[in-house]
């Protein structure tokens, strides 16, 4: 790397430390492991300071829920309706029963007095039960009062018809209720108070105590050797919270700070070692190394914020989600590093990390391996559904066996939203190849579909050029398999790095052959040598405005500028030396480059010259393929080519031999069928 590319690489990394640094935690934690039902491995543990012993979770939840069951709906008594109702006797015209008007307006008052609810019956806060209470509101006044007591619409306009038969006993009150609308003057009075009664349950859960009761200073918490109950698991992660929340009340002395920038300092380095091993060439391109650094860096610093910030949304977090922006760019082994680096945090910080780091990595991995297959259109929400399932089911195993507490419904829907998250958030990868400037692997297979338009126009205007490019991908995915490089990226560079010979597919050999009739003049026939090396040479540049024009990807583009590097074109060059040419017009012959710099740029190289070379062998012996390769390659390196490739002797070594392989299945000898007779 230039000086400029190294302080491009430090100057990130040092910004990460920086970012790390500030997000650790100030105070210290005490991080015992221990379960219930197994025997306490630490010294014998007494509190240096009073604490609270504070509920569980599952405990809050169960008084709050007991709590709920008994709160009472609250009704407000409406004297509007009453009034109105009475106005309405009032006014009614009884005809023959007008004698009964003080009697039916008694009935009424009386019946409201009670109170009336609809016919629905007495409305139940949603979480509790039927209490057979009420309480009725009127004015600043709400008096409790039994359910049975107060009555229902229909219940109400029944007693209104029997107490006017009661009070008159000789009035034919059932032609009267038949004639005249009087049961319609009744109507609820009493209407459900949702805002008092919520207000009251709010006030119930406030109530709640967080404490179950105080451990003294200089009382034994837990012996050495002594089994770790219940109870005592819960007063020693109450004394864990007291000590991380005492320690917290002062400034972080000088040991510690430096004890965070050990931590954070390690962070950095396994990412830069994890980069540096498995795959250094990401340091060279800007936009790779950024896009993976900064990945990286969100969801390392949300694995430290998080259990700080709110330690029971941990496991909503979509930690798989780095995983999966890493798998469109990025080998497996790096993504599966880096992923459990950026979740180690968790295992530092947050409360069971140790459990949920586990659960987070295997939920990682198999989403990595899901994801290969389920990753279009509706299928992510399966892979989505397989990813919750396997954390879910980690989760409970660990719960189990009481490696981690909690709340089992609510840590499962935490998960599942996880999960979601990662379908929602995947879409960013899009966004994120543009502003990045990459290629994600899903778009490098997109590239190799022969059927898009410029590939169909290269088969049908250069024939001979579109087979070339797909035996010279046949052979490189062949050679790249066998050092590990890039096998989708190489692919799509060996289809497109040939592309500008369709603006001119006469002026080589392997069209012109297919498309000139025999006895017609050859394109090269009248021409210098010097013109048709220009010919020649110009299919690099077509090739890139070409690539330019239909957007391809810059990584094809330097394919295209890189398959010859600075080589000559040999046959013209020696053409125009034996024609009495000079040595010094050499320039006029060389392809303008650039050189390979990557292993999957030399595996094309390679692979273009000995696919189009290896048409002119006639010995398909082993020895005569081994010459061939060997020769090939030497003249490549005597050329200078490999002088600025990322490959090393090891990965060359291993390229010759899978080609001489590939050579040998290709070319194999084959037996002489014998010709039949055809009888007459």
């Known amino acids: 790397m230039t000086k400029l590319q190294k302080i491009g690489v430090a100057l990130p990394l040092g910004i990460l430390f920086a970012a790390i640094l500030l997000s650790l935690p100030r105070n210290p934690k005490l991080n015992y492991e221990y379960r219930k039902g197994a025997p306490w491995k630490y010294e014998t543990l007494i509190s240096p300071f009073d604490f609270p012993i504070l509920k569980t979770d599952d405990q809050i939840l169960a008084e709050r829920l007991q709590h709920t069951s008994r709160v009472v709906p609250y009704y407000r008594y409406s004297d509007e309706v009453v009034g109105r109702s009475l106005r309405n006797v009032q006014n009614m015209d009884l005809g023959p029963f007008a004698h009964l008007r003080p009697v039916i307006s008694a009935a009424v008052s009386d019946i409201y007095e009670k109170g009336i609810v609809s016919d629905e019956g007495v409305t139940v806060p949603q979480g509790s039960s039927a209490s057979g209470i009420l309480y009725i509101q009127r004015g600043k006044k709400a008096v409790s009062c039994p359910v049975s007591e107060v009555y229902l619409l229909a219940e109400a306009r029944e007693a209104l018809k029997a107490s006017v038969a009661e009070a008159a006993p000789g009035a034919d009150v059932d032609s009267l209720f038949r004639s005249l609308p009087v049961a319609d003057l009744i109507v609820p009075n009493l209407a459900y108070d949702k805002t008092t009664t919520d207000i009251v349950r709010s006030g119930a859960d406030q109530e709640i105590s967080p404490t179950l009761g105080y ?60 980069v540096l091993f498995f795959n250094p060439a990401i340091f060279a391109d800007k936009g790779k190394f950024l896009y993976l650094l900064m990945v990286f860096a969100v969801f390392t610093l949300a694995s430290i914020i998080v259990p700080r910030v709110e330690p029971g949304m941990v496991c909503m977090v979509p930690f798989v989600l780095c995983a999966l922006f890493l798998e469109a760019f990025f080998d497996d082994r790096l993504i599966l590093l880096l992923y459990s680096v950026s979740l180690y945090p968790i295992a530092l910080y947050a409360d069971n990390g140790v459990a949920l780091f586990f659960v987070f990595l295997i939920g990682g991995v198999v989403s990595i391996i899901s994801f290969k297959r389920f990753n279009k259109g509706w299928r992510q929400f399966l892979n989505a559904f397989i990813t919750f399932a396997v954390m879910f089911v980690v989760y409970l195993g660990l719960h189990f066996t009481d490696f981690i507490g909690g709340n089992i419904l609510r840590t499962g829907s935490y998960l599942f939203v996880s999960a979601m998250l990662c379908v929602a958030g995947y879409p960013l990868t899009y966004l994120f190849e543009r502003i990045f400037n990459l290629v994600s692997v899903y778009r490098l297979s997109e590239l190799c579909d022969t059927s898009l338009p410029l590939l169909r126009e290269l088969e049908q205007k250069a024939p001979g050029t579109f087979q070339h490019s797909l035996q010279v991908m046949n052979m490189a995915d062949a050679v790249a398999v066998s050092v590990g490089a890039d096998v989708q990226l190489i692919r799509a560079g060996a289809l497109y790095h040939d592309i500008g010979k369709m603006l001119n597919p006469l002026c080589f050999v392997e069209n012109e052959s297919m498309l000139v009739p025999e006895g017609v003049d050859r394109y090269h026939d009248n021409l210098t040598p010097a013109q048709s090396a220009q010919y020649i040479i110009k299919h690099v540049t ?48 060389t392809y303008p480059g650039g050189k390979p710099v990557t292993r999957e740029q030399v595996i094309l190289m390679l692979c273009d010259s000995i696919e189009a070379a290896s048409r002119s062998l006639k010995d398909y012996s082993a020895a005569s393929f081994d010459r061939f390769v060997e020769g090939i390659v030497a003249g490549k390196e005597e050329e200078g080519q490999f002088s600025e490739a990322e490959i090393s002797l090891r990965d060359l070594c291993t390229v010759k031999a899978s080609l001489k392989a590939y050579l040998s299945q290709m070319y194999h000898e084959r037996i002489a069928y014998p010709k039949r007779k055809i009888k007459q």
């Open 215 to 274: 451990v003294s200073a200089g009382q034994l918490i837990v012996s050495n050797g002594e089994i770790v109950t219940a109870e005592t698991a819960q007063i020693i992660a109450s004394y864990e919270r007291e000590y991380s929340n005492n320690i917290s009340s002062g400034n972080p002395g000088i040991m510690y700070w430096a004890g965070n920038a050990i931590v954070a300092l390690m962070i950095v380095l396994l990412f830069f070692l994890s």
């Open 542 to 589: 077509d090739g890139l405005e070409l690539a330019q024009r239909h957007h391809l990807p810059s990584v094809i583009r330097n394919f295209i500028a890189t398959h010859h590097g600075t080589t000559v074109v040999t046959y013209f060059f020696d053409k125009h030396l034996r024609a009495g040419g000079d040595e010094a017009d050499r320039a006029d012959f």
